[in-house]
C-alpha cells in the first residue's frame, strides 16, 4: 500500500499533536489551518496534563524534554472556596504519583507546531465546508484527492458538518469574560500569594471566579455566569470594553471578597473576551462514513469545567495515529486504514461519553446549585472521582467522599 493521502483540518493542540506522531513513522499528511500565519499570542488560561491522557501523548510524541522545557510541575496547585474566598478544598502541589503539570496554551501550541516538518501546515486555508469524494472547500482555493479526511478544528467543524448535520453544539447557559492581571506581582502581591502558583476557582449561586497563574507573571481570569444566549447583544454595555465590563462585573459581584473584587479592578492589559460556552449533546456520536473522522472538541465538545479537554484531544490524536499507523505499515489498501478507522471511533464513543457526562454534571453542579458551596463541593469531588473508576465502584466512591466531608467539616467546625 502506497501512502495514503491524508488530510488533517486545524492546527490545534489535536491536529498537531496527531501530526507529529504521524511524522515520526513517516506517514506524509497536511495540516490545513485557518489562522494566516504561526500566532502564539495569549490563547486563554494554562492547561493541566494528566497521565495516562496527555502525559503519555507527549511522551509517544517524544517531546518529553521539549514539554518539560516549558511545563510547570508546582502549578498544579487548586483551592476552591465561596465568595468570600473561604477554601473548602485545597490540592496540591501535587506529588511525583499524581503530577499534573501546567502549561500555557500559547507554550504549548508553539511546542507541537514547531515539531511538525517545515512547510505541512497550510496557512490561511479557512474550510467553508466539505463536498462528496471528500472534497475540501476553502475560501480561496479547493483541494480534492484524499483518502482520509480527520476534522481537529473545533466546536464550529465543517467536517463534523459533512459527516453528520445534525451533530451541532448547544448553548450551555453560561456565558465567559476573559481578564487578565499582568506582572501580578507587583500589581496584586496578595491574590499572587493566595493563588500560590495554581489556580483558584470562587463560587456562589451561578457565578464562578476562576484565577490562573500564567507562566508570564500574569494572572488570568474567567468570570462566567448563567446568561441568555444574545447576551452580548443584550447586556447593555459594550462587552469588549475593559472599563465597561469591569464595572458590571464589580456590580455583580457586590457581595465578594475584597481581594476577589480587587483583581477585578486591576484587570487591564487590553484582554477582554466575550464568550458563549457550548457543548455536544453527551454521547453524541455520529455513523461510520468511510475516509473521514473526527477528533477532539470536533468530536466531543464539553465546557471546560472538568479540565480534561485537551488532554482527551490527546488521547484521540495519539490513538488515531497508531491506527494510521497500523494501518499503512501492514500494506493491506485502504480497507484496512478504514477498517483502522471505524474501530478508532467505536471506542473512543464510549470513552469520550465519560468525560462528557462529567463535564455536564460539573458544569450544573457549578452553576445550577442554589446553598452554601460547602454543600456543592463534596457533589464536585464525587462527580470527578467516578469518571475514574468503574460503575460497580460508584456508591463505594460516593460515600468515601461523604465520610470525607463530614470529618472534614466536624473538624472544621463549619
Known amino acids: 500500500m ?5 488530510a488533517i483540518i486545524g492546527a490545534g493542540p489535536a491536529g498537531c499533536m496527531l501530526g507529529r506522531i504521524l511524522s515520526l513513522s513517516n506517514v506524509p499528511f497536511i495540516i490545513y489551518e485557518s489562522d494566516a500565519s504561526p500566532n502564539y499570542r495569549s490563547q486563554g488560561g494554562t492547561l493541566d496534563l494528566h497521565h495516562g491522557t496527555g502525559l503519555t501523548a507527549m511522551k509517544d510524541a517524544q517531546l518529553w524534554d521539549a514539554f518539560q522545557k516549558n511545563a510547570r510541575f508546582d502549578g498544579d496547585y487548586i483551592m476552591m472556596a465561596d465568595k468570600q474566598l473561604k ?69 464550529w467543524s465543517k467536517v463534523r458538518s459533512y459527516i453528520s448535520p445534525e451533530g451541532k453544539p448547544y448553548y450551555t447557559g453560561v456565558g465567559l469574560h ?19 502558583r495554581g489556580s483558584v476557582i470562587a463560587a456562589s449561586n451561578g457565578q464562578r471566579l476562576a484565577v490562573q497563574q500564567m507562566g508570564d507573571g500574569s494572572l488570568h481570569m474567567g468570570w462566567c455566569t448563567r446568561r441568555p444566549e444574545n447576551w452580548t447583544q443584550t447586556c447593555g454595555y459594550n462587552p469588549h470594553n475593559l472599563e465597561q465590563v469591569k464595572k458590571v462585573i464589580l456590580e455583580e459581584m457586590y457581595e465578594w471578597s475584597p481581594q476577589l473584587r480587587e483583581a477585578i479592578e486591576k484587570a487591564h492589559d487590553d484582554v477582554c473576551d466575550p464568550k458563549n460556552l457550548y457543548m455536544l449533546p453527551v454521547g453524541w456520536k455520529w455513523e461510520h462514513r468511510r475516509g473521514v473522522t473526527l477528533i477532539g472538541d470536533a468530536a466531543h465538545l464539553m465546557a471546560p469545567f472538568a479540565g480534561e479537554g485537551v488532554n482527551v484531544a490527546f488521547d484521540d490524536a495519539r ?19 478504514d477498517k483502522e478507522v471505524k474501530a478508532f471511533e467505536e471506542e473512543m464513543f464510549p470513552r469520550m461519553e465519560v468525560y462528557q457526562r462529567q463535564t455536564d454534571e460539573v458544569m450544573k453542579l457549578w452553576f445550577w446549585s442554589e446553598g452554601a458551596m460547602s454543600d456543592v463541593i463534596p457533589k464536585v469531588m464525587y462527580a470527578h472521582t467516578k469518571a ?27
Open 388 to 414: 475514574k473508576v468503574p460503575t460497580i465502584l460508584h456508591p463505594l466512591a460516593w460515600g468515601l467522599v461523604n465520610s470525607y466531608w463530614f470529618v472534614k467539616t466536624r473538624l472544621l467546625g463549619w
Open 87 to 155: 477554601p473548602f478544598l485545597q490540592m496540591g502541589p501535587s506529588n511525583k504519583l499524581n503530577e499534573r503539570p501546567e502549561i500555557d496554551r500559547a507554550d504549548l501550541r508553539q511546542l507541537l507546531t514547531e515539531s511538525l516538518p517545515e512547510g505541512v501546515i497550510k496557512w490561511g486555508h479557512r474550510l467553508k465546508r466539505v463536498d462528496e469524494g471528500n472534497t475540501l472547500v476553502f475560501e480561496h482555493t479547493t483541494e480534492s484527492g484524499f483518502d482520509l479526511v480527520i476534522g481537529c478544528e473545533g466546536a
Open 319 to 337: 490513538k488515531l495515529a497508531a491506527a494510521i499507523i497500523r494501518a499503512v505499515q501492514t500494506g493491506s489498501g485502504l480497507d484496512e486504514l
Open 178 to 196: 476573559r481578564l487578565s492581571i499582568p506582572d501580578a506581582a507587583r500589581n496584586i502581591p496578595d491574590l499572587v500569594e493566595i493563588v500560590n
Open 2 to 6: 502506497s501512502s495514503p493521502r491524508i
